[in-house]
């Protein structure tokens, strides 16, 4: 029985009645360009084909009735139409309830009821974006069943706005630009100052990605991702009284080298220094990928891994374990932490022949170092938010 089938079953067992329209919206991998999003500089993610499905049909009130396959213990929950604001015992609905407050206050119409089933198959707090997800999937279905006039590029900024102000964690706009615009076999090279991006072939024939989940969760509004953001903002002020600059990502080495004196604090500085040579090594990957330099793309892999270890501080042992034993194995290109780290997954990109071998030696490390096992996928690269016909 395919995916949908079972979702469509699934759905007249809990709401007692048919489905009528199918939405999906991605997961997201980060191929390099770690916290760069914020600090104004590139990124390279692609979409990946696992994700999460929203089926739902109009019901004759003005609630709607949300239900997680994830969460089935938390049962139906009711929300108004009229009462969106955030409140925490809703759980993962705020993700939803952020989108139509959000789409209604920019004068969209959103006045009927509907029963909405949703499945995720990104493993929740995996820093594959599963937030982002369930808020693109909620954006499409919304477009869809009111005929919103929306670009994606709205739901977009919308998904933001809902991370920011509603849900209130402080992140760049990567991962809901990655989900909404994202082609199947191809990385987008995004520049997050003005949100000019293209469209990059990813050729890696002979070679599979794969994720690496540590297993550990990561809370992203609750860890130290906003305290990062306010050591750059520190680093870019101090550097604003002498150069003339919105973004770290404005800066290329020579000028950051120039004038690296002018920040006093060590930390501060390591952090600078990760944000402005992570969007120097993201724009050099593509350029090496787009002339098949595979080695050579690898190898600045590995160095964005070294340095969100050495200078930005967010791997942590377990994200150190996969990375640094993949790198010892055969068939290896490059390895790194995706994501905004502190748990969640990392990357591989590793010879198909060597992938089957790899898996076992590195979860075996894994396991003997960390007492508990990671999960490897395969990742397919696939395209951006949709309905599903």
């Not at 993610?45 to 004759?60: E, M, R």
């Not at 068939?331 to 502190?342: K, S, V």
Request: aromatic share 8%.
């Amino acid at each position: 029985m395919s995916t949908i089938a079972m979702l469509k079953d699934q759905f007249k067992n809990i709401f007692n009645k048919e489905a009528e329209r199918v939405f999906f919206a991605p997961g997201r991998i980060n191929l390099i360009g770690e916290h760069t999003d914020y600090n104004g500089g590139h990124v390279f993610p692609c979409s990946i084909t696992l994700g999460t499905y929203a089926v739902v049909s109009f019901n004759n009130s003005n609630k709607c009735s949300l239900y997680s396959m994830n969460f089935e213990n938390l049962g139906k929950i009711e929300i108004d139409l009229n009462n969106l604001d955030y409140k925490k015992e809703d759980n993962w609905t705020n993700y939803v309830k952020g989108m139509i407050q959000t789409l209604k206050n920019q004068g969209h119409t959103i006045d009927k009821g509907m029963d909405i089933l949703f499945f995720g198959e990104i493993p929740n707090g995996a820093g594959l974006s599963s937030s982002a997800s369930i808020e693109l999937v909620s954006g499409v279905l919304l477009r869809g069943m009111f005929n919103l006039d929306v670009e994606m590029l709205d739901l977009i900024k919308a998904g933001k706005a809902v991370e920011n102000n509603y849900i209130g964690v402080n992140s760049g706009i990567m991962d809901q630009f990655a989900i909404g615009m994202g082609k199947k076999d191809c990385a987008i090279l995004l520049d997050c100052n003005t949100l000019e991006f293209s469209y990059a072939p990813v050729k890696l024939d002979a070679y599979d990605i794969i994720i690496m989940n540590t297993n550990k969760r990561r809370e992203l509004a609750d860890s130290k991702y906003n305290e990062r953001r306010a050591e750059c903002e520190e680093a870019l002020r101090i550097f604003k009284t002498k150069l003339d600059i919105n973004s770290l990502g404005e800066l290329d080495a020579e000028t950051f080298e120039a004038n690296k004196s002018l920040i006093a604090d060590e930390v501060i500085l390591k952090r600078a220094k990760h944000a402005v040579y992570e969007n120097i090594r993201t724009v050099n990957a593509l350029e090496e990928l787009n002339k098949g330099n595979l080695e050579v793309f690898g190898k600045l892999i590995n160095e964005s891994h070294i340095s969100l270890k050495n200078d930005y501080e967010v791997t942590g042992k377990e994200l150190d374990t996969l990375a640094e034993t993949a790198w010892k194995q055969e068939g290896i290109l490059g390895a790194r932490m995706t994501g905004a780290g502190f748990g969640g997954c990392a990357i591989a990109i590793v010879k198909k022949t060597s992938t089957e071998e790899f898996i076992k030696n590195v979860g075996e490390v894994y396991l003997k170092e960390i007492g508990y096992k990671a999960d490897f996928y395969i990742a397919n690269i696939g395209d951006g938010a949709k309905e599903v016909k």
